[in-house]
């Protein structure tokens, strides 16, 4: 009988039942861990650190320098590689400093997932359950949300691997108290 995650009260299964449910963690508060989680009908397992790090199967951040360094942290201190969920955190285009960070950390990340800005989970009372309604019930996307199901299907295809029969790391991940030097300014 699948146990249910205390963190989230989602029933989560062993890899010997089947797929697990996907977990989703987020490198701070406020990241849209709890949308992202919601799109994949997920676990959401609040805030990651780097104390006692949890694997989960989708680390979420912000579009910003400083919360993409936070992953790349993050991600090689989990037991497995995680999918990177990168949620625009305006309308416009990430800064180069953004880009570059994400293009140098692909290799060592099971995939990398832009979830574009959709501004009208601003004024939602409940953007997971907008975002929810929009992936997995009958609601009608705005021009912004058509999106939606598109990211759905890379988000699904990028952690199925890693629910069905998660793979452990060549290497086991390095102390945490090590910090990587790789994008210290």
Known sequence: MPAPDPASGVTARDASDGPQVPRVGGVAGGVGTTVVAALLQGADAGTVTAEGVEGVHVLVCRSTASSVQAAVVLAACMPLTPVLAVVADCGDHPPATVRHRLHMAEPNLTAIVRVPWWPSLREADDPAERVAALA??????????????????????????????????????????????????
């Open 136 to 185: 997995w019930g009958d609601a009608t996307p705005s021009r912004s949300e058509r999106s939606v199901p598109g990211v759905l299907d890379a988000m699904v295809t990028a952690v199925t691997p890693l629910v069905v029969a998660p793979p452990t790391r060549a290497h086991p991940p390095p102390d945490a108290a090590t910090e990587p030097t790789a994008f210290v300014s």
